[in-house]
Nanobody, 121 residues
């Protein structure tokens, strides 16, 4: 019904920048919210940043001032601009979203497949 596809991961040096995107496709009436999560090896998945369809944003303390989340409603695509990257930012980054799929308020909630971000020291 709805698919989320992340892109933009890769290898970057500490102090560098990387951008991620998460594109939603399928039956989309509107977006309630989209989030970025990450999971490093041996650690629990953590919420990195979130954005509502209206543009309200939130960030984990560990990324405030370094990461910027944005949403292009026309393209159904969420972005995460990551600056001043640190080795501890190394993780698989996944997007999570709640999508309204019709005019009656039916919703879909799901995950993308994830993209690896590796920050070398």
């Amino acid at each position: 019904q709805v698919q989320l596809v992340e892109s933009g991961g890769g290898l970057v040096q500490a102090g560098g920048s990387q951008g991620l995107s998460c594109a939603a496709s399928g039956r989309i009436f509107s977006i309630n919210f989209m989030d970025w999560y990450r999971q490093a090896p041996g650690k629990q998945r953590e919420l990195v940043a979130g954005i509502t369809g209206g543009g309200t944003t939130s960030y984990a303390d560990s990324v405030k001032g370094r990461f910027t989340i944005s949403l292009d409603n026309a393209k159904n695509t969420m972005y995460l601009q990551m600056n001043s990257l640190r080795p501890e930012d190394t993780a698989v980054y996944s997007c999570n979203a709640e999508i309204v799929t019709d005019g009656f308020g039916e919703t879909w909630h799901g995950w993308g497949q994830g993209t690896q971000v590796t920050v070398s020291s």
